[in-house]
């Protein structure tokens, strides 16, 4: 047994933040079966008096799925996002955003959802749509230019966010129009984020503090990737800027992002972040 946990715990360790929390929402979804009256209060309800005496649901609704194919869209869109999100910024910002995409999510929800035509009072929100759409809207605004591969022809990732905002938009009036403001909210979140990002301010910053409690659980592989380093102005990704100067578009931004997989993001100079963001256009 001892050794069977000791296997669990080390799989488990390989984890990058995203999977531990498409793990996370793998096990309330088994446990639903069991404990399905009890997972009732981590729902968000839609009226404002019953939100008042569970404050905690406008994040936990987000971990809750009754459906199987709900939870496995919803995990997938969060595992491919998620490897192309932690492949250029800190895991810390990618529980920021997925956090605060809830956040974002369950307040769109609680304001405007006795609005649509077809609101139901009662009915409550849960999963994780708004939070996986946060991210996945940060990519499209953050580097909307960026081909992304789609069975045999590539398609710009501002192509694949307008889109699925569109769809949205047109299916507030169809019978699960509160899920979907729940996604607006969450897009709404990731364009902003990624907005503010490209004029060198994260939003999220204030909001790591309140995370701090989060990441003892979620126990990130490497610890360099969250520490504090020095930037030296006078280089770019760690070369004079005449080598770098040297080096033809691609790697460029490899060196880049070799930095920020072994220092973060945040370790990039505002020279390299102007860079990556102008090489993502």
């Not at 088994?30 to 209060?41: A, E, I, M, R």
Request: with cysteine; net charge positive; hydrophobic share 50%.
């Amino acid at each position: 047994m001892t050794s069977l946990n000791q296997d669990i715990k080390e799989k488990l360790s390989r984890l990058n933040v995203l999977e531990k929390i498409i793990i996370v929402n793998i096990v309330v979804f088994l446990s639903s079966y069991v404990l399905s009256p009890l997972l009732s209060w981590l729902e968000l309800p839609s009226e404002f008096r019953k939100f008042i005496l569970r404050p905690w649901s406008i994040i936990t609704y987000a971990f809750i799925h009754y459906e199987f194919l709900h939870l496995l869209f919803n995990m997938l869109l969060l595992y491919f996002v998620g490897r192309m999100f932690l492949n250029l910024f800190s895991s810390k910002m990618a529980l920021n955003i997925y956090f605060l995409g809830a956040i974002s999510g369950g307040i769109f929800y609680l304001l405007f959802f006795e609005f649509l035509p077809k609101s139901a009072l009662g009915i409550p929100l849960v999963g994780a749509s708004a939070a996986v759409m946060a991210i996945l809207i940060f990519l499209c605004a953050y580097m909307p230019n960026q081909d992304v591969r789609i069975f045999t022809f590539n398609i710009k990732l501002w192509y694949i966010g307008a889109f699925v905002v569109a769809l949205d938009v047109l299916r507030l009036f169809g019978d699960n129009g509160g899920g979907y403001l729940a996604h607006l909210g969450g897009a709404l979140l990731g364009f902003v984020y990624a907005k503010q990002l490209t004029k060198g301010k994260d939003i999220g910053k204030g909001f790591e503090k309140f995370m701090d409690t989060f990441i003892g659980f979620f126990k990130f592989k490497k610890k360099s990737s969250l520490k504090t380093v020095h930037k030296n102005k006078s280089k770019v990704g760690g070369y004079t800027k005449a080598d770098f100067n040297e080096f033809n578009n691609q790697k460029k931004v490899d060196v880049i992002l070799d930095k920020i997989s072994k220092s973060g993001y945040d370790s990039l100079t505002a020279e390299e972040k102007d860079y990556l963001f102008r090489a993502g256009k």
